[in-house]
């Protein structure tokens, strides 16, 4: 089974409202998690690190106001997309090390967001 | 600056032919490297490291990579496509140290044509 459950998997909503996502460990302590954006053909990027009962540290032009995560257990963290917009839209994937071997993520399966 | 360039955005072969994806690095010293894939609105999958052991790396799903110091590349290949490998497929190198530092590529496109 998946390390990393994400969910939703798809999520619709109107401009102005919050959607949040989570990302959840499975048999194992996640005290990291990153979340990552990704636009259609690009790659992977980075918006934070949130780790266990601390603050999440924010990649540089990323509104942490506007992105609100929480990672208040091991075992789970929640990405919240604060009053969304269009341009917010996007596919948002999580992951967090799997071993001592720094590179080496498992991913949540991502979650399509649409913002109409 | 540090760098990883997949040189491909989009590789298209027929199904029982061979598959080259091509990545190369830029690097002040050796970095581990990773190959994920990852197929429409899924999260990645792990197909195969480098971490300074055997230069030859074997992954999942018949996925080969070959760490070159001298040319600093790390391409990947497959013997034999097959149509369940047509995906996104992303080189990442990390440079050690915190998580956050890692570099991912651009990602390369793999069609696969029965």
């Known amino acids: 089974g998946a390390v990393v459950s994400q969910h939703p998997s798809w999520v619709i909503c109107k401009s102005g409202t919050s959607v949040k996502i989570e990302c959840r460990s499975l048999?194992?302590?996640?005290?990291?998690m990153f979340w990552y954006r990704q636009f259609p053909k690009q790659s992977l990027m980075l918006m934070a690190t949130s780790n266990e009962g601390s603050k999440a540290t924010y990649e540089q032009g990323v509104e942490k106001d506007k992105f609100l995560i929480n990672h208040a257990s091991l075992t789970l963290s929640t990405l919240t997309v604060t009053s969304a917009h269009p341009e917010d839209s996007s596919f948002y994937i999580c992951?967090?090390?799997?071993?001592?071997?720094?590179?080496?993520?498992?991913f949540g399966e991502g979650s399509r967001l649409t913002v109409l | 600056a540090q760098s990883v360039t997949q040189l491909d955005s989009h590789v298209s072969v027929s199904e029982g032919t061979p598959v080259l994806l091509r990545c190369n690095y830029s690097s002040s010293y050796s970095p581990s490297l990773f190959w994920y894939v990852q197929h429409p609105n899924k999260g990645l999958q792990l197909l195969l490291k480098y971490t300074s052991a055997a230069t030859l790396v074997k992954g999942i799903n018949g996925f080969e990579a070959e760490f070159k110091k001298s040319e600093t590349s790390f391409h990947l290949t497959k013997p034999s496509a097959h149509m369940s490998d047509a995906a996104e497929y992303f080189c990442?190198?990390?440079?050690?140290?915190?998580?956050?530092?890692?570099?991912f590529g651009k990602g390369t496109k793999l069609s696969v044509k029965p």
């Open positions: 990442v190198v990390s440079y050690g140290g915190s998580q956050g530092n890692l570099i």
């Open positions: 048999d194992f302590q996640a005290t990291t």
């Open positions: 992951s967090t090390p799997g071993t001592s071997i720094a590179g080496e993520l498992f």
